[in-house]
Nanobody, 123 residues
């Protein structure tokens, strides 16, 4: 089992930045690819970013490319999502997810999920 806990969400204005953190426990974090997803009210959950187990490979959805950056610190068992130039359409609950694999996973086929953290961007 892997337990994931997101933090760092909040209410910000358009153009501001936030950094989300996802702390993992329970298994060897460095064996897991990680993903960030979000779900806005009335919409399906969508992938935002993903990072491979070692951090070398990343993926970003077109909607966040150039504004969001994901990284990981395997020594701290933590993955991050730096969100810059936030827009009202970024408002959603953000989730991190883990899957034991060596590749970047861009589908929702993750094994473990956090509880989510709310990000609200006002115009």
């Amino acid at each position: 089992q892997v337990q994931l806990v997101e933090s760092g969400g909040g209410l910000v204005q358009a153009g501001d930045s936030l950094r989300l953190s996802c702390a993992a426990s329970g298994r060897t974090f460095s064996n897991y690819a990680m993903g960030w997803f979000r779900q806005a009210p009335g919409k399906e959950r969508e992938i935002v970013a993903a990072i491979s187990y070692g951090g070398r490979n990343t993926y970003y959805a077109d909607s966040v490319k150039g504004r969001f950056t994901t990284s990981r610190d395997n020594a701290k068992n933590t993955v991050y999502l730096q969100m810059n130039s936030l827009k009202p359409e970024d408002t959603a609950v953000y989730y991190c997810a883990a899957k034991r694999t060596i590749v970047v996973v861009i589908t929702s086929l993750y094994d473990y999920w956090g509880q989510g953290t709310q990000v609200t961007v006002s115009s």
